[in-house]
Structure formats: structure tokens, C-alpha cells
């Protein structure tokens, strides 16, 4: 059985471009989604709270409050 010598994948321009935008942009997107995962689970698990008040914007201030309160 003798082995082909493999083909370098032949991209268009259009993806040689877009590749490296993706890989630069998929580290922070997938931080950003465990951020909010965290703290989804970590509010509803941990401070035994209700899903929906997770997306509050008041509850994170008032939490906010609490930690830096002089």
C-alpha cells in the first residue's frame, strides 16, 4: 500500500481573509459565554435565586452595592 502525498487545501480569497477575524474573534466570544454561564449558575445554584432575575440589570447593581459599599 503506498500513502498519496496529501494536497494542501486550497482556500478562496474571501477565506483566507475571514479565517484569521474568526480564530481572533471565537477566544472572547467563547469567555464572554462562560461569563454568563458562570454567573447564571452561580446566582441560581449557589444564591438559590430565580432564573429570570439573572438578565435583571438591577439585580447586578444592587449586587454591585453590596461588594464595593463604602
Do not use: E, N
Not at 44 to 67: E, I, M, N, R
Request: charged fraction near 15%; hydrophobic fraction near 55%; include cysteine.
Amino acid at each position: 500500500m503506498t500513502d498519496k502525498p496529501s494536497k494542501p487545501v486550497q482556500r478562496s480569497a474571501g477565506a483566507r481573509r475571514l479565517l484569521p477575524v474568526i480564530r481572533v474573534l471565537l477566544i472572547p466570544l467563547i469567555c464572554v459565554l462562560a461569563l454568563f454561564a458562570g454567573l447564571a449558575i452561580g446566582y441560581v445554584t449557589l444564591g438559590g435565586q430565580p432564573f429570570a432575575d439573572v438578565w435583571k440589570l438591577s439585580t447586578w447593581k444592587h449586587l454591585f452595592d453590596l461588594v464595593f459599599a463604602p
